[in-house]
């Protein structure tokens, strides 16, 4: 196998002349056509680049990968004459080599004891000549055509020993990937077999090590219905014939050893379907990839030292329900077009530690095919998109928001996967990652294929997925999308689309246990992580724990955190309303509160609602201008008061109004001071920091979150002033009155019963502040509050509500 990387400069074409036929693949292409297997030859006319293994006038001159210098040339006697002939394979053996289709091609190739001797063979297209250099041994192998060169060389056991290959007018001294024994460990293929192994990403895939002492890589795959694999890559100019890999047992894992490849490599397997066909297929498990629209899987090890130990030393100590969590939600290609994973390491802690977000949300991650999306058609599971960046470069990213305080969550998607044909989809030549039942399979609202949870390879695949993040790259959180569309058989389909599970239900059971087995993972491995389910349904015990068994019969499905799209949706359906039609859809304000303590709930202003005509969040609001910026600001100050955390897509702090371009990412020049109009999106800003700010520092905005007895209405009913008022309290009972008036007028001397423990008010936070942008109507001083009953409570106190205008108060 050589460590040369091949020359950027493209050779000219070279005259017709008769070679063994080469297999034109490329990483483009997702089928090859079949290798022939006799000993044929044809006349081709070739341009580069050209097989590592073709004659040296076919190929550009290369430099080694590695840089390690040759070995030095070894074999003293030469035993040519010495080396007797080696029995001929059996046509069906040399046919299945030559086709791909051999199972154990290290049983007929490298070396074995055989007669008194030791018999070599090798499989090196393209070659002049083949010698086996050993401890003083130097001995040219017979040439027995289609490439092979064998001989039974003079020796009493099998040595060290390395070949050297002559073409035409050069030759190169490499070691022969056949003499290894397999790099993956007996405990690694039981646990993949039993769907168990919580560290997949280090047993499969490509990984560079030194194995018998030899530095290369390891490359594994799982392809159970394959009837053969082998290795394409830039180190071969994409030819595949001389690199078979070995199948190990019934696990339906293949495994090649290559000598001197190593990190940068790019690389495809090429595997043959059980109907002899060839497809060209990146690793599921490829680590980094390269940049889209190229395909090719890419060799990597990380050699990034974190600097985030107190982070990820107390990331664990209060549990996220209990805890500040707001959430700014980030599209990475898109929030500064065209910086790089460092070039975001300078700019994006600074701006989210600034606005005082505890949390980041990334999309997309993981790499996908189109760079314009939010990177939900995933091809690339364990790989960071390499658009920004290499895998050590995103590591730098998760680092430095962790030095700053801020922790890392990440959209994943394990619901579903694309039909690109170099990707999983039919993957070995039949359905693997996918359900084999068709009506299963296919997803019919994007197009993609569901994942078949029930089948426990696929399972590991996932939770082994999940787990990879958090431990290779320090992530804190998981957002699972599309969990609504894994739990329901029905989901999207028709009546006869799809078919009951086995107790008659909707329920798809598989996801289910997929889904529990998934979270008890990431907790039990990962202390301080949490995972957040995008789920759109009233599905019973999201955010239950997985042992907990709930009236519907199922256990929980263990998530931390839910996206509340009901109060988004609703709330957002409220706001849309021009003020003097709000007192008649009053309940879509206040039927939240029913059920916010069934989960454990996240408020989402997510990327979903900026998009697609949905328009901006200020673009939603009735009125002017004015009146748009207020209402955006007052109900930014109800969402951060509302039972729940908090998450809000890029651009709607500062009141964006046209909806989010991938091309341009957010209007960042409406803050620039030379805008006219730069202090209404500024004074928004403002507000987004002082709402995290005061959200921070007092905990009963946050601690009780979960627990009922955190929340009390004062009135919930005055729908027609427009007028919503509540208390939060913290484990100690201390209380903050939050009151919401969606109305374009002052009201004064409002009288609202509050608790009698508390002698005054004052206000801490009002979203009708001039700084802000607002009409700057305040209550300047204390509030005294009077033995006046009011709202069921023996005290109250008058305020002045603004217009348009959340206020929040505190105990003076």
């Known amino acids: 196998m050589t460590a040369r990387k091949p020359s950027r400069k493209k050779p000219a074409p070279v005259e017709t002349e008769v070679v063994p036929a080469p297999q034109p693949v490329t990483t483009g292409t997702a089928d090859v056509p079949e290798p022939a297997a006799s000993a044929a030859t044809?006349?081709?006319?070739?341009t580069a680049p050209a097989p590592a293994d073709a004659p040296p006038e076919k190929r550009p001159k290369a430099k080694r990968k590695t840089g390690v210098p040759p070995h030095p040339r070894r074999g003293g006697t030469d035993v040519r004459e010495g080396v007797r002939p080696a029995p001929a394979l059996h046509d069906a053996d040399r046919g299945r080599l030559l086709a791909g289709e051999h199972h154990a091609p290290h049983d007929l190739l490298g070396a074995h004891p055989h007669d008194g001797g030791v018999l070599v063979r090798v499989l090196r297209?393209?070659?002049?000549a083949v010698t086996v250099l050993a401890e003083a041994l130097r001995a040219e192998l017979l040439d027995e055509g289609d490439g092979f060169f064998s001989g039974v060389l003079p020796l009493g056991a099998v040595p060290e020993y390395r070949l050297l290959v002559a073409y035409a007018d050069d030759e190169i001294e490499i070691e022969d990937p056949y003499r290894f024994l397999p790099a993956i460990g007996e405990l690694d293929l039981h646990l993949i077999g039993e769907g168990r192994h919580e560290e997949l990403w280090t047993a499969l895939g490509s990984r560079v090590m030194e194995h018998q002492g030899v530095a290369?890589?390891?490359f594994t795959v799982w392809a159970p219905n394959a009837r053969g694999v082998r290795i394409a890559g830039d180190f071969t100019y994409?030819?595949?014939?001389?690199?078979?890999?070995?199948?190990?047992g019934s696990t339906g894992v293949w495994e090649l050893?290559?000598?001197?490849?190593?990190?940068?490599?790019?690389?495809?397997?090429?595997?043959?379907?059980p109907d002899g066909s060839h497809t060209l297929r990146a690793d599921p498990m490829a680590r980094a990839a390269e940049v889209p629209p190229a395909t090719a899987s890419v060799v990597t090890a990380s050699h990034y030292a974190w600097q985030d130990g107190d982070w990820m030393e107390r990331r664990g100590d209060r549990p996220v329900h209990e805890a500040p969590f707001s959430v700014y939600e980030v599209h990475l290609p898109s929030w500064r077009p065209r910086l790089t994973y460092r070039q975001l390491a300078e700019q994006l802690p600074a701006y989210v530690k600034d606005l005082g977000f505890t949390h980041v949300e990334l999309m997309p991650v993981s790499e996908h095919p189109f760079g314009g999306s939010w990177g939900y058609q995933v091809t690339g599971f364990y790989a960071p998109t390499s658009r920004m960046g290499t895998p050590d470069d995103f590591r730098h990213l998760v680092d430095s928001l962790h030095r700053a305080g801020i922790g890392v969550i990440m959209d994943w998607v394990p619901?579903?996967?694309?039909?690109?044909?170099?990707?999983?989809?039919?993957?070995?030549g039949r359905p693997l990652y996918e359900h084999s039942d068709p009506n299963r399979a296919a997803h019919p609202d994007w197009g993609t294929l569901e994942f078949d949870f029930g089948r426990k390879e696929v399972r590991n695949f996932l939770v082994s997925n999940a787990t990879y993040w958090c431990e290779e790259f320090h992530i804190d959180g998981l957002r699972v999308d599309a969990v609504a569309s894994m739990l329901y058989l029905d989901y999207s389909r028709e009546e006869g689309q799809w078919s009951p599970n086995e107790h008659g239900g909707r329920e798809n059971l598989d996801a289910v246990a997929f889904l529990q087995e998934m979270n008890a993972t990431v907790y039990r491995r990962n202390p301080g992580v949490v995972t957040i389910a995008e789920e759109s349904t009233a599905w019973n015990g999201v955010t239950r724990a997985t042992h907990h068994i709930g009236p519907d019969g199922?256990?929980?499905?263990?998530f931390g955190l839910k996206w509340n799209m009901g109060w988004m949706h609703d709330s957002l359906t409220y706001m849309a309303k021009e003020p003097v039609h709000r007192k008649y859809h009053h309940n879509e304000m206040t039927f939240s509160m029913v059920y916010a303590y069934s989960e454990n709930y996240v408020l989402p202003i997510s990327h979903d609602e900026v998009v697609h005509g949905k328009q901006a969040l200020v673009s939603k609001m009735p009125g002017d201008w004015w009146q748009q910026r207020a209402n955006h600001r007052a109900y930014l100050g109800f969402m951060w008061a509302h039972p729940g955390k908090q998450l809000l897509f890029m651009g709607q702090e500062f009141a964006q109004g046209a909806e989010w371009s991938e091309g341009h990412g957010p209007d960042w020049w409406l803050l620039d001071p030379a805008y006219e109009a730069s202090g209404d999106h500024r004074g928004v800003r403002d507000l987004v920091g002082d709402l995290n700010a005061v959200y921070g520092a007092v905990p009963a905005l946050w601690q009780r979150d979960t627990d009922p007895g955190g929340f009390s209405w004062v009135d919930g009913g005055a729908a027609e002033d427009n007028v919503l008022a509540f208390l939060r309290y913290d484990a100690d009972g201390s209380p903050l009155l939050a009151v919401s008036h969606f109305s374009p007028v002052v009201r004064h001397d409002y009288r609202l019963g509050v608790p009698e423990s508390a002698e005054g008010w004052v206000e801490v936070l009002n979203t009708d502040a001039a700084r802000y942008g607002g009409s700057d109507v305040r209550n300047e001083e204390p509030l005294k509050s009077e033995e006046v009953p009011a709202h069921g409570r023996g005290a109250s106190i008058t305020v002045t509500l603004p217009p348009l205008a959340t206020v929040w108060f505190r105990p003076a």
């Open 125 to 128: 297209p393209y070659a002049r």
């Open 216 to 218: 290369g890589t390891r």
């Open 257 to 273: 050893f290559l000598p001197g490849v190593g990190e940068g490599a790019l690389y495809k397997f090429d595997i043959c379907r």
């Open 415 to 428: 619901a579903h996967f694309p039909r690109d044909a170099w990707a999983l989809a039919e993957f070995d």
């Open 554 to 558: 199922f256990g929980g499905l263990g």
């Open 238 to 248: 994409w030819d595949s014939t001389a690199l078979p890999m070995r199948s190990l």
């Open 42 to 46: 044809a006349t081709v006319t070739t």
